[in-house]
């Protein structure tokens, strides 16, 4: 029997695979982007290993999609990103920032080209759908902004490849790394895409038919069963150990690309005009003042994923703080993402974290973690 008990209200948004979700064991869930997201399918260290060893399923359906289209609709990406998409093709996805006229970073999504005047952006959390159609009021461009019929599946671990194969055929394998194809799957109509928020190998399913997601996810678990496939929720211990981003955790509104060693995103030495610029050319003048650091904490293993944000302390003096914490039972250790103030921030710096009212000892070390060239996720 599926539990349809969850939830406040209408006013968070339930995913096509919710029914899958909770009958495969989702048993807790958060809100993002003002809709469920299964976050708890039991043990989080089983999850990653799941992930890590074989495959998982998660349904993240929350990642919304803002759609761009008509005559002007590349000009007005370009717009509204301060990454260089000149060389991006139809086909192609890219990771790109939207920033605001501070340079404050608004959301970090993956954009997708499906034509030449038809793009995706494949939300973080925060309200971009709203953001756009402000800045397409008086943008002078024609174009036209809304939320399409679209909800991700990723499927992602070292198996995921030979699931697919089983899902899709052999041709499967020619898709590259940050490029999508458009496919069937039993008239259940599909964008897939090499991409995925885990740093592990896998694909994310983009299903362009809301009435058919508890479907997809049953396929898709049939299929995966002899390759080791579970079900599973997107996991925090993975996600730190490769260095990657959650917003309003690790980045938020007043936090800079350049204090994230973004700069690869930000194209100031050319003509192409966005919002935030001339902010961004006048931080990257002036030197940034904090910067993003991987800890290494000296402390018993960590029950959980940090709650709050941890003040760093140096001298008695606060100047910094952290992000996002976890245990790695891979490496073996506490890690953690945080801000400092730039000078504090070399390698081999060590520093107090306060986390309830107890002090523990930390050392800034190299990041990311675990897989430090993208070898797993690129192969």
């Known amino acids: 029997m599926v539990n349809k008990n969850f939830g406040f209200g209408t006013q968070i948004r339930k995913s096509p695979y919710f029914d899958s979700t909770v009958k495969w064991g ?31 399923l998660c349904d993240v359906a929350v990642e919304r999609q803002v759609e761009i289209t008509g005559p002007d609709a590349y000009k007005f990406i370009q717009f509204i990103t301060p990454r260089d998409l000149s060389k991006l093709q139809i086909g192609q996805c890219k990771y790109v920032l939207i920033v605001n006229e501070k340079g404050g970073i608004i ?57 697919m194969i089983k899902l899709f055929g052999e041709e499967i394998k020619d ?21 995925g928020w885990s740093s592990e190998f896998g694909y994310e399913l983009f299903l362009r038919d809301g009435s058919k997601g508890n479907e997809l996810y049953e396929k ?18 993975r996600r730190i150990e490769g260095g990657m ?27 192409i005009n966005f919002i935030g610029k001339e902010a961004l050319k006048k931080i990257k003048q002036e030197g940034i003042k904090r910067k993003q650091v991987g800890l290494e904490l000296d402390c018993e ?8 944000f941890w003040p760093i302390n140096k001298d008695g003096k606060k100047i910094g703080k952290v992000t996002s914490a976890v245990y790695s039972p891979r490496l073996k250790k506490n890690i953690a993402l945080a801000m400092v103030e730039i000078n504090h921030s070399e390698i081999g710096n060590n520093l107090k974290i306060i986390s309830d009212d107890k002090e523990i000892n930390s050392k800034i070390i190299e990041k990311p973690f675990y897989d430090p060239k993208k070898k797993i996720a690129s192969s």
């Open 301 to 308: 293993p960590l029950k959980g994923p940090n709650t709050s």
């Open 245 to 271: 981003l959650s917003y309003h955790a690790d980045a938020d509104i007043v936090t800079n690309p350049f204090e994230l060693g973004l700069d690869r995103l930000v194209n100031l030495n050319s003509e």
């Open 175 to 195: 898709l590259k790394y940050y490029w999508f194809k458009e496919l069937n799957l039993d008239e259940i109509p599909l964008i897939v895409s090499r991409t």
């Open 26 to 56: 989702a048993t807790g869930f958060s809100v993002y982007n003002h809709m469920y997201i299964p976050r708890d399918f039991g043990d989080p260290e089983q999850n990653f290993w799941n992930l890590i060893e074989k495959s998982i």
């Open 107 to 163: 959301n970090d999504p993956v954009l997708l080209r499906l034509a030449e005047n038809h793009f995706w952006l494949s939300l973080a959390d925060s309200d971009v759908l709203l953001w756009a159609q402000g800045v397409a009021v008086n943008s002078g461009l024609n174009v036209k902004i809304n939320e399409p019929d679209v909800s991700p599946l990723q499927l992602q671990g070292p198996t995921s490849a030979e699931i």
């Open 220 to 237: 898709i678990m049939v299929a995966g069963k002899e390759h080791g496939l579970q079900p599973g929720h997107t996991s925090s211990i």
